[in-house]
């Protein structure tokens, strides 16, 4: 399997002067999320937890309804890039067909996996009302997740998704140097192996209407990130009826919508 990281040989300018040396990058390759035999997608991201990013890509932009519609999935390296290739079981391939013969034309809007503009502002999915958290709980999830990032310790140059639970803490993380993939990856991860648990979704990137889209397919009730959501990711938030938390520090967090879970303490 390809690395998911590399050595670089650089220059550093400092003060000091000019240093040889070298530094740990992450790796970027071709992925191609393939549906039954069709290219769907082509992204590039770090070549790891590739069947977590297929399943999880799956699901987030609706090419199946949920995990039980997916047959099977295998990951095939090739000559210029890497290949995930996900099954669909008959029913879903059908629909998923249907939706491919109506696409007459280049329709799509720049989002992976949608072919309409009406799809990009979709509805996105009501998420639960287990989740109550407490100020501290916040902090412990966001204070959970760095420690965790074993690629972007190593290159500071990769996002992350985690899954944070009052009962188990961080339960799950995933890396990758797209944001999007990062999210993926963990969804793919989690409803693999069944419905996620009530938690925090927490991630170290922006949030954009769909890294709420995905996280509502998810069912999480509370998405925390580290920078400024745009508007209509708030106001897609507030459609899914979830809690979200943005510019999230050590000492500070901001609360844009359905503030009722949290509880200062």
């Known amino acids: 399997m390809t690395p998911v990281s590399q050595r670089a040989r650089r220059t550093l300018w400092s003060p000091g002067g000019p240093q040889g040396g070298e530094r740990l990058i992450p790796e970027e390759t071709p992925v191609a999320l393939v549906h039954d035999a069709s290219t769907t997608a082509v992204m590039m991201a770090t070549p790891a937890d590739l069947e977590d990013l297929a399943v999880g890509f799956t699901l987030t932009e609706g090419l199946a309804e949920g995990p039980a519609a997916i047959e099977a999935v295998e990951v095939v390296e090739g000559e210029f890039g890497i290949e995930a290739r996900v099954w669909l079981k008959r029913e879903a391939g059908a629909v998923l067909a249907k939706r491919r013969r109506q696409i ?16 990009a502002a979709r509805t996105p999915p009501k998420v639960g009302d ?13 204070t959970a997740l760095e420690p965790a990032q074993v690629l972007g310790a190593a290159t500071r140059a990769s996002h992350a998704a985690g ?18 993939n990062a999210l993926d990856k963990l969804v793919g991860a989690l409803l693999r192996r069944g419905p996620a648990d009530a938690g925090v979704l927490v991630l170290t990137s922006r949030v954009s209407v769909e890294m709420v889209q995905k996280a509502a397919v998810l069912g999480a009730e509370v998405l925390a990130a580290i920078s400024v959501p745009t508007a209509l990711a708030v106001r897609t938030a507030e459609a899914a009826g979830m809690t979200l938390i943005a510019v999230a520090r050590q000492d500070s967090f901001e609360v844009f919508t359905e503030p009722y879970r949290l509880t200062p303490m």
């Open 130 to 142: 287990r989740v109550r958290l407490t100020e501290s709980d916040v902090r412990a999830a966001l």
């Open 163 to 180: 899954w944070w639970t009052p009962a188990e803490g961080l339960v799950m993380v995933r890396e990758d140097v797209g944001r999007h």
């Open 104 to 119: 007459t034309g280049p329709t799509g809007c720049g989002l992976c996996g949608v072919d309409s503009l009406a799809q």
